[in-house]
């Protein structure tokens, strides 16, 4: 063979191995996609309406659920964020029951409106879990069960606490003249946290000034206590339906000139929340510049988690599943509060808390 001939050779040989190796790694990598689509064929998938990304609560509760469906776990998730729409959401529900995903789960911008696409999910045998707000339907088999808080209460509960810490002080309920920045109008929290306040304050006949929307955002919170300032100088308790609120609210009444605490008889402006997930909203109660937060728990990624395993195992679960909550403030002079025989305990923030 001359030396041409031989490198020709050698050339096709090294063709030759290339080849082999080549089909080598991609009978491989058939067998890892193979692999691959059994695992994928084995998970449950979830199709998760989140309203939004509209507070800090919000968010918790996005990160909640998705630390939960996770492929590690055994789940499949796909998550849409309908931006504080319920359109947005109605069609996010419709692309799941198109993509015929296992479970649907829907935290619902506001109670009504549902029943139409809920039906469509029933008539597709698609189980729908209700989480944090509720619907408000016509057929409850339209959804498999809810977990959420109990709006209503939580609202009752730092309605309550407010009136020890007022008798505590000797402030006559004449003298309290407050405001409600409320949530976004129509939703279980707004509605259920209205309610309770509506109910207290007649009860209590605090002085009610003025109802302004707040969207559960900061920028809306301050823009509502910036309304409020303008029309009712002599505010001086504001109850803000979210700790968002309550944030943007601190500052309209700073840069209003006014001094934010519990010492109303002095000028204060006494301001009280719900949530206490946020540690900028806890530093605020740690200041003493928001008085009492009622808590609002976020992390139901575990519970709706609970709920699809009773499932898949062939249980019923609970169809309603209220959560239990506490209450934070920067006082021990108030150690629990009680409604309906629910007795609810105050647990104190502090700076040295924070660090
Ligand atoms: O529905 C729960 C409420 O929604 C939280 O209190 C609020 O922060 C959120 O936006």
């Known amino acids: 063979m001359n030396t041409r001939k031989v490198s020709v050779a050698i050339y096709m040989l090294m063709i030759i191995c290339l080849c082999t190796i080549l089909a080598g790694c991609s009978s491989r990598q058939d067998?890892?996609?193979?692999?691959?689509?059994?695992?994928?064929?084995?998970?449950?998938?979830?199709?998760?309406?989140?309203?939004?990304?509209?507070?800090?609560?919000?968010n918790a509760n996005t990160e909640s659920m998705q630390s939960v469906f996770t492929k590690?776990?055994?789940?499949?998730?796909?998550?849409?964020?309908?931006?504080?729409?319920?359109?947005?959401?109605?069609?996010?529900?419709?692309?799941?029951?198109?993509?015929?995903?296992?479970y649907i789960v829907l935290a619902p911008v506001v109670e009504t409106g549902w029943d139409t696409v809920l039906s469509e999910a029933k008539e597709a045998g698609i189980p729908v879990i209700i989480v944090d707000r509720q619907v408000d339907v016509s057929d409850d088999s339209l959804f498999t069960c809810w977990v959420g808080s109990d709006f209503e209460l939580e609202g009752m509960l730092v309605c309550m606490w407010m009136s020890k810490y007022f008798n505590m002080r000797g402030i006559q309920p004449s003298a309290i003249h407050i405001a409600d920045i409320q949530g976004t109008l129509g939703s279980s929290a707004q509605i259920g946290r209205t309610k309770g306040f509506k109910h207290m304050s007649q009860l209590y006949g605090w002085d009610v000034v003025a109802?302004?929307?707040?969207?559960?955002?900061?920028?809306?919170?301050?823009?509502?206590?910036?309304?409020?300032?303008?029309?009712?100088?002599?505010?001086?308790?504001?109850?803000?339906?979210?700790?968002?609120?309550?944030?943007?609210?601190?500052e309209a009444l700073e840069a209003a000139g006014k001094k934010c605490g519990s010492n109303i008889t002095k000028g204060e402006v006494m301001l009280v929340a719900f949530d206490g997930v946020n540690e900028e909203a806890r530093a605020k109660v740690a200041e003493g510049k928001i008085s009492c937060i009622g808590e609002c728990n976020p992390l139901h990624g575990p519970r709706v988690e609970s709920i699809i395993r009773k499932l898949e195992a062939g249980e019923r679960p609970e169809k309603y599943q209220y959560v239990t909550e506490g209450i934070f403030a920067n006082?021990?002079?108030?150690?629990?509060?009680?409604?309906s025989g629910q007795e609810r305990t105050v647990t104190v923030i502090t700076k040295k808390d924070l660090q």
């Open 31 to 58: 067998t890892a996609e193979a692999d691959h689509d059994v695992a994928e064929d084995d998970l449950i998938v979830v199709g998760f309406s989140q309203i939004g990304s509209e507070s800090y609560w919000r």
């Open 72 to 102: 590690e776990n055994g789940f499949r998730l796909i998550f849409e964020n309908a931006q504080q729409k319920q359109t947005n959401q109605i069609t996010a529900i419709r692309s799941f029951i198109q993509r015929d995903v296992d």
């Open 211 to 250: 109802y302004e929307e707040g969207e559960f955002t900061k920028s809306k919170g301050k823009e509502a206590m910036s309304e409020i300032l303008a029309s009712h100088k002599d505010v001086n308790v504001v109850y803000c339906e979210n700790d968002s609120e309550a944030l943007g609210a601190v």
């Open 331 to 339: 006082t021990s002079d108030i150690p629990s509060v009680m409604i």
